[in-house]
Nanobody
């Protein structure tokens, strides 16, 4: 019923920038929370950034000041702007959007930061 299509992952050099997109097939008008998670090989999936319908945001300490989460209700899309990328940011990034208590995941998009 709900599909989240992620895009924007790429290979980028340290210090570079990327913008990830998560396009939802359902309107964001009734969304509760929108977030980005990441999972590196052999590591636990972790919350990177989250934004509520009211605009409140929170970020993992490791990305504060470098990443920015935003959303465009007209496009039903959530974004993650990533600046000053570090090799430690290398992971598969997953979008998660919750409508009430129901959460949905994107397919993941790979971000690789390497010189």
């Amino acid at each position: 019923q709900v599909q989240l299509v992620e895009s924007g992952g790429d290979l980028v050099e340290p210090g570079g920038s990327l913008r990830l997109s998560c396009a939802a097939s359902r309107s964001l008008s009734s969304v509760n929370t929108m977030g980005w998670y990441r999972q590196a090989p052999g590591k636990q999936r972790e919350l990177v950034a989250q934004i509520t319908s009211g605009g409140n945001t929170n970020y993992a300490d490791s990305v504060k000041g470098r990443f920015t989460i935003s959303r465009d209700y007209a496009k039903n899309t959530v974004y993650l702007r990533m600046n000053s990328l570090k090799p430690e940011d290398t992971a598969v990034y997953y979008c998660k959007i919750s409508w009430g208590a129901s959460g949905y995941w994107g397919q993941g998009t790979q971000v690789t930061v390497s010189s």
